[in-house]
């Protein structure tokens, strides 16, 4: 089946400094790719939809300068939270869409939190 | 706009327990597709079911059930004889055709007590 390899699982970093998250189709091409948020006992939130080739569309209220998305492949997509707070400590979990069919598959998510 | 409701923020029951977790939704599109997800503790998103809008036909699945119903529109999900294991949140999903957004219900805590 589907495979999506999201890394790293958990991350810690200082306040101040950027971190990169990657979502990998392993076995399927994703036109698509998707970013949620996850707070503490809460639903999942989309960020953030990418398309292969072209720039990220953002839901209302997040900030794109902050959560940079990159989807330079049909495999690969990218988030970097830059200049990272405590307050942007989360879950992340990304997903993405398989083109020759319809399928959503979902990373592993990561855990971030800024200390 | 599109919407998933979890009415029941926690269920509580003990083992070998039958428990049924709602999900009504809300959507415009003709064409659409409903999910339920598990995610245990570790965090992890684990697929359960896929249901197309155009197939109300009820699922089972070894101990899993789901019921679909377009007339009242609610995809609910039963768990029977429950397990210790089944502990964790369910959550209730929609992709209508339009961008092909996946929207979450805010989820269900399951505790399964031995």
């Known amino acids: 089946g589907a495979v999506v390899s999201q890394h790293p699982s958990w991350v810690i970093c200082k306040s101040g400094t950027s971190v990169k998250i990657e979502c990998r189709s392993l076995?399927?091409?994703?036109?698509?790719m998707f970013w949620y948020r996850q707070f503490p006992k809460q639903s999942l939130m989309l960020m953030a939809t990418?398309?292969?080739?072209?720039?990220?569309?953002?839901e209302q209220g997040v900030e794109k300068d902050k959560f940079l998305i990159n989807h330079a492949s049909l495999t690969l997509s990218t988030l970097t939270v830059t200049s990272a707070h405590p307050e942007d400590s989360s879950f992340y979990i990304c997903?993405?869409?398989?083109?020759?069919?319809?399928?959503?598959?979902f990373g592993s998510g990561t855990r971030l939190t800024v200390v | 706009a599109q919407k998933v409701t979890q009415a029941q923020t926690e269920i509580s029951v003990v083992e070998k327990e039958d428990v049924t977790l709602d999900c009504v939704y809300e959507?415009?599109?003709?064409?659409?597709?409903l999910f339920w997800y598990k995610q245990p503790p570790s965090g992890e998103l684990v697929f359960l079911i896929r249901?197309?809008?155009?197939?109300?036909q009820n699922e089972i699945s070894g101990r899993y059930s789901w019921n679909f119903q377009k007339s009242t529109s609610s995809f609910n999900f039963t768990i029977t004889a429950s397990q210790v294991v089944d502990s964790a949140v369910y959550f209730c999903?929609?992709?209508?055709?339009?961008?092909?957004?996946?929207?979450f219900g805010a989820g269900t805590r399951l505790f399964v007590k031995a």
């Open positions: 997903s993405a869409r398989d083109r020759t069919r319809y399928g959503y598959t």
């Open positions: 076995d399927f091409q994703a036109t698509t």
């Open positions: 990418s398309n292969e080739g072209s720039k990220a569309t953002y």
């Open positions: 959507t415009r599109d003709t064409t659409y597709y």
């Open positions: 249901r197309n809008s155009f197939d109300e």
């Open positions: 999903a929609l992709t209508g055709t339009g961008g092909f957004k996946t929207i």
